[in-house]
């Protein structure tokens, strides 16, 4: 296994603080719903695009952030918020 660097360290960290300041903060109000619809992947990969988009403006609602949701698999980023503050 390779050395962590100092970096890849302050990344771990910082993104694992995100995911703690989410979940808490999301355990507090009503849960997020959201509905899939029905048919193929191929044939609603806009809707589902669309319903990640609105999932993500609900759980980051008005605080300062961002949220990139990417397909695990193939890298592609399905949803985007604040795309500024994100790629910075």
Not at 56 to 69: C, E, F, K, P, S
Request: aromatic share 4%.
């Amino acid at each position: 296994m390779a050395k962590m660097t100092r970096k890849h360290a302050t990344l771990l960290v910082f993104a694992s603080a995100t995911i703690l300041v989410l979940t808490f903060s999301l355990s507090l109000t009503t849960p997020i719903a959201i509905t899939w619809l029905g048919g193929t992947l191929h044939t609603h990969e806009a809707e589902l695009d669309a319903a990640l988009q609105d999932a993500a403006a609900t759980a980051l609602a008005n605080r300062d952030g961002a949220i990139i949701v990417m397909d695990a698999q193939t890298g592609r980023v399905r949803a985007i918020l604040n795309p500024e503050l994100a790629y910075e």
